[in-house]
């Protein structure tokens, strides 16, 4: 059983910066890719970036130029740095990490969500 925590979300004006984290805790066996993903009132929820266990990174389209996942391994923390934020950018932000287990089962869990809003 993983706990996921994110923090960083808030009030940001266009144009500005935001980085959010997320720290995993609890019964880890071994932490696979890891990611960021966001849903605005009424829409699926998106991916926006995801990170492998050894760093190989993929962006939504949307994001690409703007914002830059990362990985600490040893504090079980991915990041998301948002930069050159739009008012298109604006929803809640939800970590998701796949877990391995010896089973080769890959469970995932996700984050409480944290909420980013770009406006004037």
């Known amino acids: 059983q993983v706990q996921l925590v994110e923090s960083g979300g808030g009030l940001v004006q266009p144009g500005g910066s935001l980085r959010l984290s997320c720290t995993a805790s609890?019964?880890?066996?071994?932490?696979?890719?890891m990611g960021w993903y966001r849903q605005d009132p009424g829409k699926e929820r998106e991916l926006v970036a995801t990170?492998?266990?050894?760093?190989?990174?993929n962006y939504a389209d949307s994001v690409k130029g703007r914002f830059t996942i990362s990985r600490e391994n040893a504090k079980n923390t991915v990041y998301l740095q948002m930069d050159s934020l739009k008012p298109e950018d604006t929803a809640v932000y939800y970590c998701?990490?796949?877990?391995?287990?010896?089973?080769?089962?890959?469970?995932?869990?996700w984050g409480q969500g944290t909420q980013v809003t770009v406006s004037s």
């Open positions: 998701k990490v796949e877990e391995f287990l010896f089973t080769g089962k890959r469970p995932t869990y």
């Open positions: 609890g019964s880890i066996f071994r932490l696979n890719a």
């Open positions: 990170i492998t266990s050894i760093g190989s990174t």
